[in-house]
């Protein structure tokens, strides 16, 4: 549905920490965002399953520092500190749709 197209795309610019900023109707990160070192934002494929999530999860419980569960699982992933070599064991995983940098949000006031 459209709400809930809008909730995800909410949810993703919160989770990417970016400030909401528009181009014609797109969201973009914030000109003055900056990268945090060793913070990632990892997010689950769709398909999923509980069961898999949940080992993903206990196998990097002393990475994790948040997980995300959106829409009873449309949206899933969690934030980690992460080392290189970490990183892109995660990327290689099935269960995994993307890693990214976390990166610091901007507010912004509009009159």
Not at 3 to 10: D, H, Y
Not at 94 to 101: G, K, L, P
């Amino acid at each position: 549905t459209m709400k809930a197209t809008f909730v995800a795309v909410l949810a993703i610019a919160a989770l990417a920490n970016a400030a909401l900023f528009t181009d014609m109707g797109r969201v973009v990160p914030s000109p003055t965002s900056e990268i945090i070192p060793g913070d990632y934002i990892v997010v689950f494929t769709a398909n999923a399953t509980d069961a898999e999530v949940e080992k993903h999860l206990v196998e990097f419980e002393a990475a994790t520092f948040h997980t995300y569960n959106i829409n009873n699982g449309e949206f899933r992933g969690h934030a980690a500190h992460l080392s290189d070599d970490m990183v892109e064991d995660m990327k290689a995983r099935d269960i995994v749709a993307f890693v990214e940098a976390d990166k610091t949000m901007d507010a912004q006031q509009s009159c």
